[in-house]
């Protein structure tokens, strides 16, 4: 299979990753599970390589994306630029240990720096 289901139709999935994603944006930092985070890791990486490209083409796909326009802001005029000199692995994944409720294996996504 190409893609993990997570347990929801196509449309709640989308509506995940683009609040998810927003929030990895935001914060530069979150905590999900293990197979979000691996879903949401390889969106990113294409965002943030669109991002660099930086034409008014790459910022309308993104807009698609994303829910927060001073996110996307943040992502163009910060994120971007540091990326500049690197080609790709721009997020890390580590892993926290099972979730207290149902024992899913816990993960701390982040952009590296």
């Known amino acids: 299979m190409a893609y993990r289901k997570l347990g929801r139709d196509s449309s709640a999935r989308r509506a ?17 599970t293990e197979a979000k985070a691996k879903e949401i890791s390889a969106l990113a990486e294409k965002m943030i390589t669109l991002a660099k490209r930086g034409d008014l083409h790459a910022r309308r796909q993104i807009a ?44 701390i996504l982040e952009l590296v720096k």
């Open 64 to 107: 698609a994306d994303l829910l927060d326009e001073a996110v996307i802001k943040k992502l163009f005029d910060e994120t971007a630029p540091s990326y500049s000199e690197r080609q790709g692995g721009y997020t890390r994944v580590l892993k926290l240990g099972p979730r207290r409720g149902d024992a899913a294996p816990m993960v």
């Open 16 to 32: 995940l990753f683009r609040s998810v994603l927003t929030s990895l944006f935001k914060y530069e930092r979150i905590e999900t």
